[in-house]
């Protein structure tokens, strides 16, 4: 009789110990984390301008950052919404910040208004010979080589659909030599072409807007299935991520002087069911990329003769 109520007993813990680890299984399956890191508006920013009251860092900075990161999460979903050159016509500047921006694992990169400053053949030229993963929606003419309407990345076994949009009234007050061989068109029919097209592909829909965080706001309310907005142009600092409808709308400031992290929740079903977020930002003393400190002191160098050349 002992022996029965003691194998009842010791079946009893058995079974409640696999009902307990079933249930921890399925509940640790049903809810993946994905980090997304996010940059706009780095406008050409090589460094710290050493201005008064800037005590932050920029693409030296986050080389090293961004490194440092994908060694303990190499999952992240990195991405960036245009304005990575500046707006001074500046084509070695310019030429160093793309080449650094070549040096990091962006996912998803939008294209700016302020790429085009330099010129079209400048910003062409760039594009055409990288491989980094450019998309635009809108933006028909100049034709680019290597830029793609819409990307889909796959991350912890997430797929996400990544689709670009600049205002098509950006280039409005520029100069004539940009405006008339810039042709963007209104992105309203095509954008919903495109999310009817990827929404059944992928789980989640990201949008990087170059739009300005108030038309984001609009975007958000009008589009039900866009899950993220990364935006830019707007310059706009937005500390912790908001909600509009169903969107999440992040920002990461100007000048490259943070990196936004975004931290999702995916439950069962694929959907995003908590998120939490902040910017990072580059401080002084956070390490250098010793690489990027020497091209920025070779930028120097230049622009010291080029000085002294036109003195003499």
């Given amino acids: 009789m002992f022996f029965i109520k003691f194998f009842n007993y010791m079946m009893f813990k058995i079974i409640l110990y696999l009902i307990f680890f079933i249930f921890f299984q399925n509940l640790l399956h049903a809810q993946k984390e994905i980090d997304i890191l996010y940059t706009s508006n780095t406008n050409g920013a090589l460094e710290n301008c050493r201005c008064p009251n800037k005590a932050l860092g920029s693409l030296e900075k986050r080389k090293h950052f961004i490194d440092q990161w994908y060694k303990n999460k190499p999952g992240t979903l990195f991405l960036d919404?245009?304005?990575?050159?500046?707006?001074?016509?500046?084509?070695?500047?310019?030429?160093?910040?793309?080449?650094?921006?070549?040096?990091?694992?962006?996912?998803?990169?939008?294209?700016?208004?302020?790429?085009?400053?330099?010129?079209?053949?400048?910003?062409?030229?760039?594009?055409?010979?990288?491989?980094?993963?450019?998309?635009?929606?809108?933006?028909?003419?100049?034709?680019?080589?290597?830029?793609?309407?819409?990307?889909?990345?796959?991350?912890?076994?997430?797929?996400?659909?990544?689709?670009?949009?600049?205002?098509?009234?950006?280039?409005?007050?520029?100069?004539?030599?940009?405006?008339?061989?810039?042709?963007?068109?209104?992105?309203?029919?095509?954008?919903?072409?495109?999310?009817?097209?990827?929404?059944?592909?992928?789980?989640?829909?990201?949008?990087?807007?170059?739009?300005?965080?108030?038309?984001?706001?609009?975007?958000?309310?009008?589009?039900?299935?866009?899950?993220?907005?990364?935006?830019?142009?707007?310059?706009?600092f937005i500390e912790k991520p908001e909600k509009v409808n169903n969107s999440i709308i992040v920002h990461s400031g100007k000048d490259g002087y943070n990196v936004g992290h975004l931290k999702i929740k995916i439950n069962k079903k694929n959907e995003i069911h908590k998120f939490n977020g902040k910017l990072i930002p580059m401080t002084l003393d956070m390490k250098s990329d010793s690489t990027v400190l020497m091209m920025i002191e070779n930028y120097h160098l230049l622009n010291q003769k080029k000085a002294v050349d036109i003195n003499d």
């Fill in 81 to 236: 919404s245009g304005d990575f050159l500046s707006a001074k016509r500046n084509e070695l500047k310019d030429s160093i910040a793309f080449k650094i921006y070549e040096m990091l694992p962006y996912d998803a990169i939008g294209i700016g208004d302020q790429e085009f400053y330099n010129g079209i053949s400048f910003i062409t030229n760039l594009i055409d010979n990288s491989k980094l993963p450019f998309i635009s929606l809108n933006i028909s003419s100049p034709k680019f080589k290597n830029v793609k309407d819409y990307i889909i990345v796959n991350k912890e076994n997430i797929n996400f659909g990544i689709i670009s949009i600049i205002d098509p009234e950006i280039f409005k007050f520029y100069p004539k030599r940009i405006r008339e061989n810039i042709e963007v068109f209104e992105f309203a029919e095509r954008l919903n072409e495109k999310i009817n097209l990827i929404k059944d592909q992928v789980n989640i829909i990201i949008l990087l807007s170059h739009l300005g965080i108030e038309k984001d706001r609009q975007i958000a309310k009008k589009y039900n299935e866009i899950d993220v907005i990364v935006g830019g142009h707007s310059q706009s």
